[in-house]
């Protein structure tokens, strides 16, 4: 069966989107290929990851600009998971990843709400039960 490789983030600036998301998330630099007309082929992942991993695809267009940290219209737009919450979230907001929320429980699991660096919304999850989310379904 297939299966969702990467997802594309639209970003700002290459460089600064790597620092982040390797620099404060802790993911791996998958990919830095330069392309022609000065774009890079940039893919950052979880280290240790079996889920898709994130194109960083640079804005070109005024279209595409006004869709950084706006992707999804102010909803949650990603879902990164973990055994230990309490351990990535102590990780993430001491390199000054910013969480918008408490952490909360869920009939899911330990939830929390933090912002990448344009303002796109992400879950941090420790699903109940383990790393896999039961069924692949979060209530939205």
Known sequence: MPSIGLV???????DEALA??????GFVSISDEPLDGGKRWVVVGPPGGSG????LAHAASGEQKTAVGHQ????VAFFLTTDDFARDA????ARGVRFVEAPRH????????FEDLYGNRWDLIEPRGG???AGGVLPC
């Open 8 to 14: 594309t983030l639209v970003v700002a600036d290459y």
């Open 20 to 25: 982040f998301f390797v620099g404060r998330l």
């Open 52 to 55: 898709a991993n994130l194109l």
């Open 72 to 75: 999804t219209g102010g909803r």
């Open 90 to 93: 102590a990780a993430f907001s």
């Open 106 to 113: 869920e009939s899911y699991g330990v939830v929390a709400v």
């Open 131 to 133: 790393p896999a989310i």
